[in-house]
Structure formats: structure tokens, C-alpha cells
């Protein structure tokens, strides 16, 4: 029998990877510290204690991140010719290496600076201008980072709804909405990647991520 004739495996890794994932994410931005106190020094203060837990959520953002990425990938050679789908993956591999960086130095740079410096710092003064450039570098990349993965599921959803699946349209006109509105919430300034903003960027995605790993599911295995 002709290698060409086997019919194609079910995407059901992948498709599960994005459904858990992208609820995952979710889940981790629940238990994402922020710092808080009366002063600048009560505020550092509280930076580096939180900073144990702010890695762990990070580090969990991060694979969850790469998963997606590597599922998303997986799942668009289902699109072999379709320019859509093609320039989708490109802007989503610059968003999410921008996520990453979002996340290596709001989890990792910034603590462990903070950390190191509360005890040999002369006053907290000398510490804020390097937290505040580390934090105007994440904001940076996360805004980077909403942007371009915003754009690439809007381009994937173009491709979602050109077809006669109605699972895949229902899918794709969610993603054009919902990347759309991230879009124009951020570029318009109504979208402050805080906590509380960013948690909504990943559950507007995530629900994307799911509705695509679903109807990865349905496919027949012979498409």
C-alpha cells in the first residue's frame, strides 16, 4: 500500500495540549502575586518575599506557552497552502518569544534582583530605578506580545471561517472577535497589562485555544 493512501492520524495530543492548556493558563494568572505596601520600601519588600511564588507561576507560564506554541504548529500543517494560516504562525512564534521574555523578567530578573539588593542597598530609592525599568520592559513585551498573538489567531480565524465546517466557522468568528476586541482595547489604552488585565487577555485566548483543540478532536482521522 502507497504511503499516500494511509489515512491521516487524529491530532488528538495537540488537540488536548490546547484545550488543557489554554484553561491552564487561566488557572496560573489566578495565583499570580502583585506587590503591594504603604511605601516604596514596604513595596520591594513584599516583591521579594512573593518572588518564590511569582517564579513558579511564571515558570508554569512559560511551558504552558511553549505548548501551545509547539500544538498550534502541529495543528496548522492541517492548513498546508493556506497563506492565512501560514503568516499566522509567523506572528505567533514573535508574540509568544515576547511572552516568554515577559516572563523571564517579571518571574525571574526582577526577584532575584530585588532579593539580592534589599540587603545591600542603602535605601530603597537606590533600588526603584532598575525595578522600573525592568517593569517598563515587561509591560513592553507583554504589550508585544498581545498584539501579535492577538493578530495571528484573528489571520488563523480567516482561515476557520472559509471553510464549511460549522464547528470551525462558530470557532473562527469567536477568534476574530475576540482577538479583534484585544487589539483594539490595548491599542486604544482601555487594556492595562496588570494582572487583572493580562488574566483577561489569556482567558479570551484560552477560550480560543479550546474551541480550536475541540474541533481538532471532531476531525475525521482520514482529513
Given at each position: 500500500?502507497?504511503?499516500?493512501?494511509?489515512p491521516r492520524p487524529r491530532d488528538t495530543l495537540p488537540a488536548l495540549v490546547l484545550i488543557g492548556a489554554g484553561a491552564s493558563?487561566?488557572?496560573?494568572?489566578?495565583?499570580?502575586?502583585?506587590?503591594?505596601?504603604?511605601?516604596?520600601?514596604?513595596?520591594?519588600?513584599?516583591?521579594?518575599?512573593?518572588?518564590?511564588?511569582?517564579?513558579?507561576?511564571?515558570?508554569?507560564?512559560?511551558?504552558?506557552?511553549?505548548?501551545?506554541?509547539?500544538?498550534?504548529?502541529?495543528?496548522?500543517?492541517?492548513?498546508?497552502?493556506?497563506?492565512?494560516?501560514?503568516?499566522?504562525?509567523?506572528?505567533?512564534?514573535?508574540?509568544?518569544?515576547?511572552?516568554?521574555?515577559?516572563?523571564?523578567?517579571?518571574?525571574?530578573?526582577?526577584?532575584?534582583?530585588?532579593?539580592?539588593?534589599?540587603?545591600?542597598?542603602?535605601?530603597?530609592?537606590?533600588?526603584?530605578?532598575?525595578?522600573?525599568?525592568?517593569?517598563?520592559?515587561?509591560?513592553?513585551?507583554?504589550?508585544?506580545?498581545?498584539?501579535?498573538?492577538?493578530?495571528?489567531?484573528?489571520?488563523?480565524?480567516?482561515?476557520?471561517?472559509?471553510?464549511?465546517?460549522?464547528?470551525?466557522?462558530?470557532?473562527?468568528?469567536?477568534?476574530?472577535?475576540?482577538?479583534?476586541?484585544?487589539?483594539?482595547a490595548y491599542a486604544g489604552r482601555l487594556l492595562s497589562l496588570d494582572v487583572t488585565g493580562m488574566t483577561a487577555v489569556v482567558?479570551?485566548?484560552?477560550?480560543?485555544?479550546?474551541?480550536?483543540?475541540?474541533?481538532?478532536?471532531?476531525?475525521?482521522?482520514?482529513?
Amino acid at each position: 500500500m502507497n504511503a499516500a493512501t494511509h489515512p491521516r492520524p487524529r491530532d488528538t495530543l495537540p488537540a488536548l495540549v490546547l484545550i488543557g492548556a489554554g484553561a491552564s493558563s487561566a488557572v496560573a494568572m489566578a495565583f499570580h502575586p502583585s506587590a503591594y505596601g504603604a511605601d516604596t520600601q514596604a513595596r520591594l519588600q513584599h516583591l521579594a518575599e512573593m518572588s518564590p511564588l511569582s517564579l513558579h507561576v511564571h515558570m508554569a507560564m512559560i511551558a504552558l506557552i511553549v505548548a501551545l506554541w509547539c500544538s498550534l504548529a502541529y495543528l496548522a500543517r492541517r492548513w498546508p497552502s493556506s497563506g492565512w494560516v501560514w503568516l499566522a504562525m509567523r506572528l505567533y512564534a514573535l508574540g509568544a518569544s515576547a511572552m516568554l521574555g515577559a516572563a523571564l523578567i517579571s518571574g525571574f530578573i526582577t526577584g532575584a534582583y530585588v532579593g539580592r539588593m534589599l540587603s545591600l542597598a542603602a535605601s530603597a530609592k537606590e533600588m526603584l530605578p532598575p525595578v522600573l525599568l525592568a517593569y517598563s520592559a515587561n509591560q513592553a513585551l507583554a504589550g508585544f506580545g498581545t498584539v501579535f498573538l492577538s493578530l495571528a489567531i484573528v489571520l488563523w480565524s480567516v482561515a476557520l471561517v472559509r471553510g464549511p465546517d460549522r464547528y470551525a466557522h462558530a470557532c473562527g468568528v469567536y477568534g476574530i472577535v475576540a482577538g479583534a476586541l484585544c487589539l483594539i482595547a490595548y491599542a486604544g489604552r482601555l487594556l492595562s497589562l496588570d494582572v487583572t488585565g493580562m488574566t483577561a487577555v489569556v482567558v479570551a485566548h484560552g477560550v480560543w485555544y479550546g474551541l480550536l483543540g475541540v474541533w481538532a478532536l471532531r476531525r475525521p482521522a482520514s482529513e
